[in-house]
């Protein structure tokens, strides 16, 4: 049974950081690329970062390049999401998401991924 935990949400105020984490248990972990995708009440899901399966190629929504990292440990199965300088417009369920398997293959597109987790809460006040 495949199972992506996030946690890390929380509340902070503007220019605050947060530090997301998804565990993966249940596939083939280290052969699947992976997401972060985000949710605004009343807006459409948008893609955040991806990650290919070995953590060698990342890529970033504009609006959060220079301030969010991705990045994974397969050792223990796990996605992060470094967030820094976080806006009010930041606020969000956070969703982790697996895709694959493919060596090489990175998107932010929401159709190419089979696995979500249920997500986790950011929330940036002014």
């Known amino acids: 049974q495949v199972q992506l935990v996030e946690s890390g949400g929380g509340s902070v105020q503007t220019g605050g950081s947060l530090r997301l984490s998804c565990a993966g248990s249940g596939y083939a972990y280290s052969i699947y690329y992976m997401a972060w995708f985000r949710q605004a009440p009343g807006k459409e899901r948008e893609g955040v970062a991806t990650?290919?399966?070995?953590?060698?190629?990342?890529y970033y929504a504009d609006s959060v390049k220079g301030r969010f990292t991705i990045s994974r440990d397969n050792a223990k199965n796990t996605l992060y999401l470094q967030m820094n300088s976080l806006r009010p417009e930041d606020t969000a369920m956070y969703y982790c998401?697996?895709?694959?398997?493919?060596?090489?293959?990175?998107?932010?597109?929401?159709?190419?991924?089979?696995?979500w987790g249920q997500g986790t809460q950011v929330t940036v006040s002014s």
């Open positions: 990650i290919t399966s070995g953590g060698g190629t990342t």
């Open positions: 998401a697996a895709g694959g398997p493919s060596t090489w293959y990175f998107s932010l597109a929401r159709d190419k991924y089979d696995y």
